[in-house]
């Protein structure tokens, strides 16, 4: 689990790929393209996060914003889809970019670093229930238009592909960034960002190309939100679920890791699903396993789902070891 | 449009929501001045508080202001534990958890009221809700003027608390040197958790000043607890007089954003204030350099 090879993350994309062609079950489709959109918010969160060492509360702005810039484009401007989502990724990577620049040139750390990008999301949550632009308090839905160039299409499989190539991109995008340079720094500012500075590594130029990278990868999620639901309003696009959604999947999957906010995402959706089946559809009843689930993995297993498994597995083995002399006693 | 008749009430109307905006970032404050972190359930934690003010008077019978001597004891303990037996052991001492487990208690608190009351919004019906006093220059809600006063007693007796006895030397102490107060023998654990009492007890107060005027709702902490944050990065995280001072100007620019902006973009005006100041100068007015 330490370290995921390009060939490892190619496997586990090519056995997820297959699911289509397994079941044409739209409630299997429909989880997992939702639990792969928020492994793409996870793992956007995560390399500014996991990586960098920066816990951002407010990733909904990014996610948000690429969301409405490929609604909004469309329809009130004509742009084509595909066009409108590469400009809303831009655009989300625009507004990281521009947070960061601010947050990280005046210094802020920590808690500091949390509450700036938590306000920063809530006032463009703000905004957006406002000003006509964004459809105010009502929204926008997009038009249907089921054609693959208008990136809408008549079933679940090719949205499923779509955001699992997503998913596999930003995979091998932390994967690269894992072995770069850029990565040595990244972790060199999470360690220790007073030593790193000693060493010569531009601290704040490191952070800030991270939460570009970071937030361009959300609004990816944002954008394909809005293509596959058609519809973008300001609690969805800027609310503080998404950015909860991101934090949590990567800190319960594995924080800095590569398969960390797959796995993550997965297994708190599958979770919550449960909970549906078990207790019925009750608002605030999925968030209350959520927020649960944070509280317990950060204390029982700071390092994720993925190390807990190794821990155990390391302890059975340790167990059945020391068997006989168990039975000696 | 400066017109006194109504800038004057404006101002007023804005001190008095100030000064319970205050009381909410005073135990805001508290908590990180001493643990140095950021309760990111501290919002959840008043609407819990109010959800136990509105439901002591609907079922029990209670007046507000009595039921504020039975819930401030209760929301202490409920404090207390929570940071000795969950936040504490659960962050094994390091700052980015302690972030995450209060951020995860926030959204158990907040959707689990969620689930059990639903979204619906809730008001009390009390006879003396809409008595006002007539001051000459405007009139003002005598509920709203009773918790005025209520907090300028709460931040007294926190003061003589922290000043004068012994557990309030401790917390100084451990707000200042942690690793010299264990040393000597204080219980840091203990201390922490005292503390996060305290902080969590000034919104029991809070919630029983604002139930008579205000309502309540699952989510009904989420607007007092950014305003809050604004209060203490404004003032400096963990200065008592900053989270006053703070809390009674905040409440007085949201009265005349309120006014000359209108409701939502009115709060844009605080929340501006607080990304101005987290960006220009993070330590506060009132703060030590951060």
New interface residues.
């Given amino acids: 689990m330490r370290q995921a090879s390009i060939a490892h993350i190619l496997l586990v994309v090519a056995a997820l790929a297959i699911v289509p062609l397994l079941t044409a079950s739209n409630v299997v489709l429909n989880f997992l393209i939702v639990a792969l959109m928020i492994a793409l918010v996870g793992q956007g969160w995560n390399v500014l996060g996991g990586y960098g060492?920066q816990?951002s509360?407010g990733h909904a702005a990014f996610f948000g914003t690429g969301a409405y810039v490929t609604a909004i484009l469309q329809t009130r401007y004509g742009v084509n889809a595909w066009a409108a989502f590469a400009l809303g990724i831009a655009g989300g990577a625009l507004v990281g970019g521009a947070i960061g620049a601010?947050?990280f040139r005046?210094?802020?750390r920590?808690?500091?670093f949390?509450?700036?990008t938590?306000?920063?999301a809530?006032?463009l949550r703000?905004?957006a229930?406002?000003v006509p632009i964004t459809g105010a308090g009502v929204g926008i839905l997009i038009t249907l238009d089921l054609r693959a160039q208008a990136f809408q299409f008549q079933s679940r499989a090719p949205f499923f592909w779509i955001i699992l190539a997503l998913v596999a991109v930003s995979l091998v995008i932390v994967r690269l960034i894992e072995q770069s340079r850029f990565g040595a720094w990244l972790l060199a500012v999470r360690e220790n960002e007073d030593a790193a500075k000693a060493l010569g590594v531009d601290a704040a130029r490191v952070k800030l190309a991270a939460m570009t990278i970071s937030a361009a990868i959300t609004a990816a999620a944002g954008g394909f939100y809005a293509q596959y639901f058609l519809f973008v309003d300001s609690g969805i696009a800027y609310g503080?679920w998404i950015s909860?959604e991101a934090?949590l999947a990567p800190?319960v999957g594995g924080i800095g890791t590569v398969l960390g906010p797959l796995i993550g995402a997965l297994a708190v959706r599958t979770l919550g699903e449960i909970t549906k089946l078990a207790i019925g559809d009750?608002?605030?009843?999925?968030?209350?396993v959520?927020?649960?689930?944070?509280?317990l993995v950060?204390?029982f297993a700071?390092q994720g789902i993925a190390s807990l498994l190794a821990e155990l597995r390391a302890r059975l083995t340790r167990w059945r070891a020391s068997a006989p002399e168990r039975t000696n006693a | 449009m400066l017109s006194p008749v109504i800038l004057i009430p404006a101002v007023l109307n804005g001190l008095l929501t100030g000064a319970v905006y205050a009381l909410v970032a005073l135990g805001l404050t508290l908590i990180y001045g001493v643990l140095h972190i950021i309760n990111f359930a501290h919002g959840a934690l008043l609407t819990a508080a109010l959800f136990a003010a509105f439901f002591a008077h609907q079922l029990l019978g209670l007046d507000p202001y009595l039921a504020a001597v039975a819930l401030t004891p209760l929301f202490f303990a409920l404090g207390y534990a929570l940071q000795r037996f969950v936040i504490g052991p659960a962050a094994h001492g390091e700052d980015r958890n302690i972030l995450l487990v209060t951020l995860g208690i926030a959204v158990v608190i907040e959707n689990a009221l969620l689930y059990a009351f639903r979204a619906d919004t809730r008001t009390l019906n009390l006879a003396y809700a809409f008595e006002v006093l007539d001051l000459g220059v405007a009139l003002v809600a005598v509920p709203r003027a009773l918790a005025f006063l209520s907090v300028l007693v709460v931040a007294l007796l926190l003061w003589l608390v922290l000043s004068f006895t012994d557990t309030g030397k401790a917390i100084r102490a451990v707000a200042k040197e942690k690793l010299g107060a264990e040393l000597s023998g204080i219980d840091v654990a203990h201390i922490y958790a005292v503390t996060f009492g305290l902080g969590t007890a000034c919104l029991a107060v809070a919630a029983c000043l604002l139930i008579p005027t205000y309502y309540v709702n699952p989510h009904v902490g989420n607007a007092f607890v950014l305003i809050a944050f604004t209060i203490v990065v404004l003032g400096g995280m963990g200065s008592v007089v900053g989270a006053l001072v703070g809390g009674l100007l905040i409440g007085v620019v949201e009265s005349l954003c309120g006014l000359y902006l209108g409701e939502s973009l009115g709060q844009i005006g605080i929340f501006a204030i607080f990304i101005l100041v987290l960006l220009l100068r993070p330590s506060g007015l009132f703060g030590e350099r951060a």
Avoid: Q
Avoid at chain 1, 282 to 288: C, E, H, K, N
């Fill in positions: 060492g816990y509360f601010l947050a005046s210094g802020l920590g808690s500091y949390a509450l700036v938590l306000a920063f809530e006032v703000i905004v229930s406002v503080p909860i934090l800190i009750a608002p605030g009843l999925d968030l209350v959520y927020g649960s689930m944070l509280v950060v204390a700071p």
